[in-house]
T-cell receptor, first 112, second 113 residues
Framework: DSGVTQTPKHLITATGQRVTLRCSPRSGDLSVYWYQQSLDQGLQFLIQYYNGEERAKGNILERFSAQQFPDLHSELNLSSLELGDSALYFC???????????FGQGTRLTVV | AQSVTQLDSQVPVFEEAPVELRCNYSSSVSVYLFWYVQYPNQGLQLLLKYLSGSTLVKGINGFEAEFNKSQTSFHLRKPSVHISDTAEYFCAVTQTGANNLFFGTGTRLTVIP
C-alpha cells in the first residue's frame, strides 16, 4: 500500500459527459502528479501541483483540468469525454520535487 | 529537454536466468533516475532510485541498477529472475530542480518457467 488513495477505481461513462477523479496523497506529501496511461501512448504526465499551486504542465488537454485543495487532496476533471480518453489515470504524490513519487492504484476510465 | 528511452519493449527470460533491462536518458544537466515496476492491474511501485553517490544502486526484490554518466544509461539488472518478477518496468528521470518525472515507454518482462 503506497498510501495514495484514488477514487473511484472504475468509471464507465458516455461520450460528452464530465467526470471527476479524486486523489488523496500520502500523509505529509505536498506534491501531487496526474498521469494518463493508455495502450497507444504509454504513461503520459498530465499536471503537477505543489501545496495548492500548479507547478508543471504536461500533455494535458484543454478539456481536462485539475486542482489541489487546502487539505492537499486533488481532483482531475475530464469534460466532453471522447472514446480516446479511455485510459488508466494515476495519481502520485511526493514530499517535494526530486524525491520519489508514490503511485495510487489508478482509476480506470471507460468512455462508451 | 529530457527524454527516456527503454530500448526493449518486451524481454522474455527463463526462470533463474539473469536479466538486464536497458534505459538511456538524455539531459544536459544533472538528473535523478528511478526504476518503477507495475504488476498487472496495479499502480507503479518504486524499485530503486539514484540521486547521488555510489553509481551502483540496490533496490527491492534483488534488483540493482548502475548509473553510467558517460553513456547516459541506467540499466536494471537481476542475477536470477523469478516467475513473480513478470511485470512492466518503467525507467524515469527528473532533472534536478525540475518538477516532474519523465517516464520511458516501459519494458514488459516475462519470466518463462
Amino acid at each position: 500500500d503506497s498510501g495514495v488513495t484514488q477514487t473511484p477505481k472504475h468509471l464507465i461513462t458516455a461520450t460528452g459527459q464530465r467526470v471527476t477523479l479524486r486523489c488523496s496523497p500520502r500523509s505529509g506529501d505536498l506534491s501531487v502528479y496526474w498521469y494518463q496511461q493508455s495502450l497507444d501512448q504509454g504513461l503520459q504526465f498530465l499536471i503537477q501541483y505543489y501545496n495548492g499551486e500548479e507547478r508543471a504542465k504536461g500533455n494535458i488537454l484543454e478539456r481536462f483540468s485539475a486542482q489541489q485543495f487546502p487539505d492537499l487532496h486533488s481532483e482531475l476533471n475530464l469534460s466532453s469525454l471522447e472514446l480516446g480518453d479511455s485510459a488508466l489515470y494515476f495519481c502520485a504524490s511526493s514530499l517535494d520535487r526530486n524525491t520519489e513519487a508514490f503511485f495510487g492504484q489508478g482509476t480506470r476510465l471507460t468512455v462508451v | 529537454a529530457q527524454s527516456v528511452t527503454q530500448l526493449d519493449s518486451q524481454v522474455p527470460v527463463f526462470e533463474e536466468a539473469p536479466v538486464e533491462l536497458r534505459c538511456n536518458y538524455s539531459s544536459s544537466v544533472s538528473v535523478y533516475l528511478f526504476w518503477y515496476v507495475q504488476y498487472p492491474n496495479q499502480g507503479l511501485q518504486l524499485l530503486l532510485k539514484y540521486l547521488s553517490g555510489s553509481t551502483l544502486v540496490k533496490g527491492i526484490n534483488g534488483f540493482e541498477a548502475e548509473f553510467n554518466k558517460s553513456q547516459t544509461s541506467f540499466h536494471l539488472r537481476k542475477p536470477s529472475v523469478h516467475i513473480s518478477d513478470t511485470a512492466e518496468y518503467f525507467c524515469a528521470v527528473t532533472q534536478t530542480g525540475a518538477n516532474n518525472l519523465f517516464f520511458g515507454t516501459g519494458t514488459r518482462l516475462t519470466v518463462i518457467p
